[in-house]
């Protein structure tokens, strides 16, 4: 027995190390997991933080709803300038900001359209998008969060300096047909607001005009479907318009969903639709269909009786 044991010992010494075989295929084996389940911890990723977007949108809903019952059933529409109202806390150092020199951290209108709100939220956090990076320029020199939740203007109007933009819907959601299915709040890129389409002109000082929501399909088919050269769009989502290839939205009545981009087209008029005798407006045209603020002078009054639901539009 004694003689054997060295031998004995040996052969256990020899299965102690892996076989460069062995070790190739356990490496190649690795590396399959790898190629599966990375992709699966990705889309994981992308889909807890829509779940954090899809949230985010609904607690600014309550907060919304919340501003409702205080203010009679009116959205907010604001302007002027108030010391130290900034959502970026940097800006408020006592220095009156509503100027092109100083910038418009402390300006009540329309792109800070989360300040209405602010006082039910608590949070400025939850204004900004899990997956888009706001303007950085933008909220450093303004206090502005762009690139992140929009507020669909052509629900709750807007107003500046000696003119009134009002929605044809009168500002409350108890004029929309459908609060659940008409949208006021939307993950849009590079926007604070959904733009409005204005009637034909305004009357009275201040200037008091009647307006209504964007609702052109080629408008939107320019901002969420790649480009195929000119005006012209492909039939291919532009990921970076729509990361999450759709739009979270937030409804009138407090809620939110996940609406897929072709979704989201589909049940928005085409421009022959919304103005059956009239032509896309021009300030849209010479810019692709992107329009370059909130207000977009339309060729008269919409045919507001169509049924689209998503826009407030039909009964």
């Not at 992308?46 to 919340?66: C, E, H, L, R, Y």
């Not at 970026?88 to 359209?113: E, I, K, P, Y």
């Not at 500046?160 to 939307?186: D, E, K």
Request: aromatic fraction near 10%; glycine fraction near 10%; include cysteine.
């Amino acid at each position: 027995m004694d003689e054997g044991f060295p031998a004995l010992h040996g052969i256990i010494m020899q299965k102690k190390a892996f076989t460069l075989i062995e070790l190739l295929v356990v490496i190649a084996i690795i590396a399959i997991l790898a190629a599966i389940l990375f992709p699966v911890f990705a889309q994981a990723k992308v889909a807890a933080k829509k779940t954090v977007g899809i949230s985010n949108q609904k607690q600014i809903g309550t907060a919304i709803q919340i501003y409702l019952a205080d203010y009679d059933d009116m959205y907010a529409r604001r302007s002027g300038c108030e010391l130290n109202s900034s959502l970026n806390n940097v800006l408020n150092d006592g220095t009156l900001r509503c100027s092109g020199g100083t910038g418009f951290a402390h300006s009540m209108t329309w792109q800070s359209w989360q300040k209405y709100y602010m006082p039910y939220m608590k949070n400025v956090d939850i204004f900004s998008h899990p997956v888009r990076i706001k303007d950085a320029n933008d909220w450093n020199n303004n206090g502005q969060i762009r690139n992140a939740f929009a507020i669909n203007l052509g629900l709750t109007g807007a107003e500046t300096s000696g003119f009134s933009s009002r929605p044809w819907a009168g500002g409350t959601p108890t004029a929309i047909a459908n609060v659940s299915a008409a949208w006021l709040l939307a993950e849009l890129p590079h926007s604070y607001g959904a733009p409005f389409l204005a009637g034909s002109g305004g009357v009275g000082s201040p200037v008091i005009e009647t307006v209504y929501p964007m609702a052109i399909r080629e408008y939107w088919r320019a901002i969420f479907l790649k480009n195929a050269g000119g005006c012209n769009t492909t039939e291919e989502i532009d990921t970076t318009a729509a990361p999450l290839e759709g739009v979270i939205l937030g409804m009138a009545d407090g809620s939110a969903k996940f609406y897929p981009v072709k979704k989201f087209l589909a049940e928005t008029p085409t421009m022959a639709e919304y103005y059956p005798a009239g032509s896309l407006p021009g300030n849209l045209n010479s810019n692709c269909r992107r329009a370059t603020s909130a207000y977009v002078s339309g060729p008269g009054v919409p045919n507001t009786d169509i049924r689209y639901p998503l826009w407030g539009l039909g009964q």
